[in-house]
């Protein structure tokens, strides 16, 4: 091919991962699992990108460095569709839609103190995000469970998990095993016992302190999300304890009526959870306070996905690197389960919520419908079951 003709790929595939990903972002309601299922739909579904077992390696890598986990695995995706173009594509555009519309509904909290109308659209929307989760989850458990250690494994990571494990230490002791037993090539029954009473065993890593500070900078506000981006491993769900524990308990930044406000802006925003950061940056010092802490949370994904990316590929070639990858997986597989258990308690309130639920459940499996359109028909939904 001459150099002519690649550089047209290239830019055509560039223009195809800031269309999925502008979409995506304006579109992907629900948090990283949601996030995660809707990515798995339209690469590895839809538009063949990626093969479902590297669909898989790249949500073990993204799990596996600090930061935002479905902003990750987008910039991961962009980097192997288009290359280095497509990294930074990527990433951009699966926030920008966010970070747009988190910002003007942070000028009208702040100009009016409430968000109208958002608890119905969550009401509509959350049954439906569920549904997509767990079809996700069933077609990913296919690919991910090759062999009964590895169902064991995921069943002592979910139970690690619910007993208040820290995320991080499920993962890797989840891949360290699975590469422990493929160095054996072989793990009896009491082997697997001996994995679940020590993934329960380990305790929960401990917070880490800070002082006291007084009414916040821009640089304040930049140095704190960038040191969260650096150290947040986990669900965007992570990124409200840190939140909580820092801005509300040590330095009195934000109420805890704030907050929850952000959080449920988060929520009620397409595209990555950690755009509370912007709502929460807008409510410390305006518009400036909200683009320095959306851009200071993202920079470190895209510097570890530019250090882990290129690495990626080359781990399936080694049959222990490719053990520890699936530990990490199936490890991953199960968090996202707990994760889901605790979406469906807040989100399954009612006979109309667990009949959207079970409808777009059975559609998912028995259609090719894009999600999509089922988020917004559940948005619609939940808004005409609470205001008529």
């Known amino acids: ?83 280095w173009p497509g990294f930074a594509v990527a990433g951009a555009c699966f926030v920008l839609p966010s970070f747009l519309m988190v910002l003007f509904l942070s000028w009208v909290y702040v100009r009016w103190g409430n968000i109208p109308e958002a608890g119905s659209v969550l009401y509509g929307l959350k049954p439906v995000i569920i549904a997509i989760i767990v079809q996700a989850l069933y077609r990913l458990s296919r690919t991910a469970l090759k062999c009964p250690f590895l169902v064991v494994l995921a069943v002592a990571a979910a139970t690690a998990n619910f007993l208040g494990v820290n995320e991080i230490m499920v993962l890797f002791i989840a891949g360290l095993l699975s590469m422990t037993a493929k160095y054996f090539d072989r793990l009896k029954p009491p082997g697997y016992t001996a994995c679940l009473s020590f993934l329960g065993a380990i305790p929960a890593l401990p917070a880490a302190s800070a002082a006291s500070s007084a009414t916040p900078t821009l640089w304040a506000i930049g140095l704190f999300f960038l040191k969260v981006g650096s150290i947040l491993f986990g669900s965007g769900y992570v990124l409200l304890a840190f939140l909580k524990a820092d801005l509300v ?42 683009i320095v802490a959306t851009v200071a949370f993202s920079i470190p994904a895209f510097v570890f996905v530019a250090l882990s990316g290129p690495v990626v590929p080359r781990l399936r070639q080694s049959a222990l690197a490719g053990a520890f990858l699936d530990g990490v997986i199936v490890a991953s597989l199960a968090l996202m389960l707990v994760v889901t258990f605790y979406l469906s308690k807040a989100a399954l309130l009612d006979a109309t919520t667990l009949l959207l639920a079970a409808v777009s459940t059975v559609i998912l499996f028995a259609t090719k419908l894009n999600p999509s359109w089922l988020l917004l028909a559940g948005a619609v939904i939940g808004w005409l079951a609470r205001s008529f």
């Open 249 to 290: 308990d040590r330095w009195h930044w934000l109420t805890e009526t704030q907050l929850l406000d952000a959080i449920a802006v988060g929520q009620i925003t397409p595209g990555p959870l950690f755009t509370t950061a912007t709502f929460v940056g807008y409510l410390l010092s305006g518009i400036p306070g909200g």
């Open 1 to 83: 091919m001459s150099r002519k003709n690649s550089n047209n790929v290239n830019r055509a595939a560039t223009r195809e991962v800031a269309a999925l990903f502008l979409k995506l972002g304006a579109t992907a309601f629900g948090g990283p699992a949601a996030h995660l299922a809707l990515m798995e739909n339209e690469v590895v579904q839809r538009r063949g990108w990626v093969t479902r077992q590297e669909f898989l390696d790249l949500v073990a890598a993204s799990n596996l460095i600090p930061g935002p986990n479905s902003t990750e695995l987008a910039i991961h995706l962009g980097l192997r569709r288009a290359g």
